[in-house]
């Protein structure tokens, strides 16, 4: 990387929240929640479910774009926006979260996700802890500890019908194992664990596009998260959601999500509302982008900003969130990954030498060499059989070889 490209990477680290805070946006923000608490959105049953941590994102572009990711699914946020995003992914990915949380409380993360052709799967988890401390009547303290909550996941997609023409179809799952912490000294017996499941799907084509790419702009997801049984008549934080994401122009992404909560073994009308999310990316150089998103649940809207720096082989994605959770004054609600680029198991370089044989095959072709361009079309489709244009082209230079052989036939018998 150039010098100046790390200039700029310092300078965005150190403004970036610099400018957040002098924005001032809680005034904005704290006048727009009370409008929302006064508001068709607000919601009586918010918060009613274990495991809270299964909503808290771990950090990212998932929490940046407002947690509006279910048709996005790259990179490390597949793993807690749609787990049949694995089987899309471009590189094998390492991946290290902080989330600092409220107070003294933070969230770490870890992402491991790799793709074999269709096949795509990810290990991860993520550590809560909140600090906990005990008084009595007098006001003396009377035990200390923390108070902690552990996922880990196991993901694996595949990618379905997929071709040079359509991407496919992607169906994946997560199964998961929540285990939350109490110690003793504060209140015994309340330890738990219990297993949960994710089921998701995503595909992507190219739609109102106005821009020449390889990759397709338009993509949807569903996904139904954390199913589980109610653990001693509490449910879980069970949501289905679906989403699009759109990007018109090269440099800018826009998703949106619409979220319903479903609290399984409690009546209707004991769940949560339904909430909305969308998020925005947007490029400004090959290793600078920005992002922002905003997640309307209940009365706690929540707004999100961070940029993402692209180095050769890592890179850093900052954000800030500001909630009902967030004081404005300290350093809480932000976030850092570290997303290590462990490449793509050779799928760049194969590409690359499928493209170099349909030129050649092209060229030839150009220049009436028929069998010649038939070979190069050939040893493309044996490196890759749904390069669907080498087989078109071979369709016509083989109908065309087959009228030059008729030709010179009919001359001969002459």
């Known amino acids: 990387m150039k010098m100046k490209h790390l200039w700029f990477f310092s300078i965005i680290i150190i403004f970036l929240p610099v400018s957040i805070y002098a924005a001032d946006l809680s005034d904005f923000y704290y006048g727009y ?15 009613r479910t274990l495991f809270p941590t299964l909503l808290v994102p771990m950090g990212g572009m998932y929490e940046g774009m407002g947690t509006a990711y279910t048709a996005v699914a790259e990179g490390s946020g597949f793993l807690e926006a749609n787990p049949a995003g694995s089987s899309q992914l471009t590189y094998t990915e390492l991946s290290f979260h902080h989330n600092n949380w409220i107070a003294d409380s933070s969230l770490e993360g870890v992402v491991y996700t790799i793709r ?4 795509g799967m990810g290990f991860g988890g993520k550590f809560l802890y909140l600090p906990f401390t005990e008084f009595n009547s007098w006001g003396e303290r009377d035990s200390r500890g923390y108070v902690s909550e552990t996922i880990a996941t196991l993901n694996a997609s595949y990618n379905f019908l997929s071709s040079y023409y359509f991407h496919g ?4 799952a997560n199964l998961k194992l929540a285990y939350r912490h109490i110690p003793a000294s504060i209140y015994p017996g309340q330890s738990i664990a219990t297993g949960l499941a994710d089921v998701g799907a995503l595909t992507r084509f190219n739609f109102l596009k106005f821009y020449s790419s390889r990759e397709r702009n338009f993509s949807l997801g569903t996904v139904v998260k954390n199913l589980g049984l109610p653990y001693d008549d509490e449910p879980m934080p069970t949501v289905a959601v679906a989403g699009f994401a759109y990007s ?3 440099p800018l992404l826009l998703s949106f999500d619409f979220n319903y909560p479903v609290a399984i073994g409690l009546p209707p009308e004991q769940w949560e509302k339904w909430y909305i999310a969308s998020g925005m990316q947007l490029q400004f150089t090959n290793f600078f982008s920005v992002h922002t998103g905003f997640t309307h649940r209940g009365a706690n809207p929540r ?7 692209e180095l050769d082989y890592i890179d850093l994605i900052l954000n800030y969130t500001l909630d009902l959770t967030t004081q404005v004054s300290s350093a809480d609600r932000f976030s850092i990954e570290a997303k290590m680029n462990l490449g793509d198991r050779g799928r760049a370089e194969l590409r690359q030498q499928i493209d170099e044989y349909y030129i050649e095959g092209l060229e030839a072709y150009a220049q009436g060499e028929l069998k010649r361009a038939i070979d190069y079309w050939e040893a493309a489709l044996s490196l890759d059989p749904t390069f669907e244009p080498a087989t078109e082209n071979m369709v016509v230079a083989r109908n065309s070889l087959r009228l030059q052989e008729d030709m010179e036939s ?5």
């Open 33 to 47: 929640s009370g409008f929302a608490e006064n508001s068709l959105f607000s919601d009586p049953n918010t918060g």
């Open 116 to 119: 074999d052709g269709n096949f």
């Open 169 to 172: 179809i992607s169906v994946g």
């Open 248 to 250: 018109p122009f090269r």
């Open 303 to 309: 707004f999100s900003l961070g940029s993402n720096i």
């Open 410 to 414: 009919l001359n001969k018998v002459e």
